[in-house]
Structures are given as structure tokens and as C-alpha cells.
Nanobody, 125 residues
């Protein structure tokens, strides 16, 4: 089991930036992908960005965040960050860190093995 703890959320004006961090512990050696999801009120949880945890660095982004968000990994610190630039009100959501043992960026949310508790991001217009 992998334990995930997110930090870095907050309130920001449209056009601003935030950096989210996810600290992992436990059986992280079994992890193939680390990802960020988000869930806005009344909406389903959606994939935001993912990164391979071992070997060649491969990233994947949702179309809505391409060019604005960047996902980073630091294996030495067991951490995954999400740099969010040019934030928009539509980015307002609770952001969750997730880990999967299966190396497949098309996994559904319920196929991820571990989740953090989430961190709130609010973008004001």
C-alpha cells in the first residue's frame, strides 16, 4: 500500500500560478504511474496529468491543461509535483494525487490503487 499526502492548494486569481506537491510513502516500489486528478462540485473526478514512476520519463496531460500544467517527479524524494500556470476559474476543484501499479495512462480513476486526501484549488475571476 502507498500513502499519499498532497499540499500546496489555495486561492489564486485567474492567470496566477500554484504548485501542488504529493509526498509518497510505503510500498512505492510497486508504483508504475503517479497522477493528478481533480473533482469539481457536481462533476466526476477527471484525469489531469500523469507521469511514469520508473525508467524513461513519460508524461500525459488532459487537453484542458496542456501548455499550462507540468508534472514533475523526484524519485529521490518520493514526490510528484504539479506546476499550474495561467490558472482559470474552470480549474477550481479538489486535486488528488493517485498511484497505480499498472503502467497505463488510460486507467479509469477507480483503477488507481492509492489516493491522497485531496487539496483544494480555487481560482477567482
Amino acid at each position: 500500500q502507498v500513502q499519499l499526502v498532497e499540499s500546496g492548494g489555495g486561492l489564486v486569481q485567474a492567470g496566477g500560478s500554484l504548485r501542488l506537491s504529493c509526498a509518497a510513502s510505503g510500498q512505492i516500489f510497486n508504483t508504475a504511474i503517479m497522477a493528478w486528478f481533480r473533482q469539481a462540485p457536481g462533476k466526476e473526478r477527471e484525469f489531469v496529468a500523469g507521469i511514469s514512476w520508473r525508467g524513461l520519463i513519460i508524461g500525459r496531460y488532459a487537453e484542458s491543461v496542456k501548455g499550462r500544467f507540468t508534472i514533475f517527479r523526484d524519485i529521490s524524494k518520493n514526490a510528484v509535483d504539479l506546476q499550474m500556470n495561467n490558472l482559470k476559474p474552470d480549474d477550481t476543484a479538489v486535486y488528488y494525487c493517485a498511484a497505480a501499479k499498472t503502467r497505463d495512462f488510460d486507467l479509469a480513476a477507480d483503477e488507481y490503487d492509492s489516493w491522497g486526501q485531496g487539496t483544494q484549488v480555487t481560482v477567482s475571476s
